[in-house]
């Protein structure tokens, strides 16, 4: 399971991303019951932000973390591998230069839609052999946000992935009247976000509605005005990383106190990403544990 934090703010990207993932399936009954669905394996170390190859360009992911036995991070990455590096096209576009006496420009072009339409293809190639034979409604969320800037554009791009409800893909803040829309997007296990900044439950709004007779649209329009205002336009670079950890840990924190079982923690894996760089801000790292269980 997860939670995924996006804050789009006039100086660059942040993306935030817990580090907890549940494999379910069918548990095994001791006694030879029928299996019963269930969580059979909880894993701290998953990584959900990934760098694309070396542009200004990162992935969070969120819903199922695998597609049969890959897990979604290396299907991301198998697909980061066939991508050319701005290194070597650099060095390419360097020597086309030469070569045509500097008649014309080579220089390479990157394009983030471009990016994503080619990973939406690579993921869905594997998604939708693996899920075929089950109904659509049957078939496990994956979803993908793909962030960064294009060549040559000073403010980003935001695509979204979602099988299998998308067949495409879906811009996300796209601008507005000619502007680019600032804000904050989270995706997975959201509901502790959803309380605090919006100040309802979703669940809210179906026994709200049914206690007044009131129809949703009319409860949700009501609840609106809880609210938290956050003025994401002139918010610094800094303090937008602040509030996506803020809302990650808010999250974490949620499954740790409250019972059942902890659907997210672990490690906060925080990226920025501005017009020409990828930055980690903070980064799991490979490590041997001093002891069995720590």
Same mark, same amino acid.
């Given at each position: 399971?997860?939670?995924?934090?996006?804050?789009?703010?006039?100086?660059?990207?942040?993306?935030?991303?817990?580090?907890?993932?549940?494999?379910q399936g069918n548990i095994h009954d001791p006694a030879g019951g029928k299996p019963a669905p269930g969580i059979l394996k909880t894993y701290h170390n998953v990584r959900k932000l990934?760098?694309?190859?070396?542009?200004?360009?990162?992935?969070?992911?969120?819903?199922?973390?695998?597609?049969?036995? +890959? !897990?979604?991070?290396? %299907? #991301?990455?198998?697909?980061?591998?066939?991508? &050319? /590096?701005?290194?070597?096209?650099?060095?390419?576009?360097?020597?086309?230069?030469?070569?045509?006496?500097e008649k014309n420009n080579h220089s390479f072009k990157y394009n983030v839609k471009d990016t994503a339409q080619g990973l939406l293809e690579h993921i869905k190639n594997f998604y939708?052999?693996?899920?075929?034979?089950?109904? +659509? !409604?049957?078939?496990? %969320? #994956?979803?993908?946000?793909?962030?960064?800037? &294009? /060549?040559?554009?000073?403010?980003?791009?935001?695509?979204?992935?979602?099988?299998?409800?998308?067949?495409?893909?879906?811009?996300?803040?796209?601008?507005?009247?000619?502007?680019?829309?600032?804000?904050?997007?989270?995706?997975?296990?959201?509901?502790?976000?959803?309380?605090?900044?919006?100040?309802?439950?979703?669940?809210?709004?179906?026994?709200?509605?049914?206690?007044?007779?009131?129809?949703? /649209?009319?409860?949700?329009?009501?609840?609106?005005?809880?609210?938290?205002?956050?003025?994401?336009?002139?918010?610094?670079?800094?303090?937008?990383?602040?509030?996506?950890?803020?809302?990650?840990?808010?999250?974490?924190?949620?499954?740790?106190?409250?019972?059942?079982?902890?659907?997210?923690?672990?490690?906060?894996?925080?990226?920025?990403?501005?017009?020409?760089?990828?930055?980690?801000?903070?980064?799991?790292?490979?490590?041997?544990?001093?002891?069995?269980?720590?």
């Amino acid at each position: 399971m997860t939670v995924c934090v996006a804050v789009k703010v006039s100086e660059g990207l942040v993306l935030a991303a817990d580090s907890t993932a549940a494999i379910q399936g069918n548990i095994h009954d001791p006694a030879g019951g029928k299996p019963a669905p269930g969580i059979l394996k909880t894993y701290h170390n998953v990584r959900k932000l990934s760098h694309i190859k070396d542009y200004p360009i990162g992935t969070l992911t969120w819903g199922s973390a695998l597609i049969g036995s +890959r !897990s979604v991070e290396s %299907l #991301i990455k198998e697909y980061e591998h066939n991508l &050319s /590096s701005l290194e070597e096209e650099s060095q390419k576009a360097k020597q086309r230069r030469i070569r045509d006496e500097e008649k014309n420009n080579h220089s390479f072009k990157y394009n983030v839609k471009d990016t994503a339409q080619g990973l939406l293809e690579h993921i869905k190639n594997f998604y939708d052999t693996e899920f075929k034979n089950l109904e +659509r !409604s049957k078939q496990p %969320l #994956i979803g993908i946000l793909v962030n960064g800037y &294009s /060549s040559g554009k000073f403010f980003p791009e935001q695509w979204l992935i979602e099988l299998p409800r998308l067949e495409s893909l879906e811009g996300v803040r796209p601008d507005k009247d000619g502007k680019p829309l600032f804000g904050a997007n989270w995706y997975g296990l959201t509901d502790a976000i959803t309380r605090l900044h919006w100040g309802r439950d979703d669940a809210a709004i179906d026994i709200l509605a049914k206690h007044f007779n009131k129809k949703p /649209s009319e409860i949700f329009e009501l609840l609106k005005r809880l609210q938290y205002p956050v003025l994401f336009d002139g918010m610094p670079l800094q303090d937008a990383i602040d509030y996506a950890v803020y809302l990650v840990s808010l999250t974490i924190g949620r499954y740790r106190f409250v019972a059942g079982a902890p659907l997210c923690g672990g490690e906060i894996d925080v990226a920025v990403i501005t017009p020409n760089s990828f930055s980690w801000v903070q980064r799991k790292s490979w490590k041997v544990k001093r002891e069995l269980g720590e």
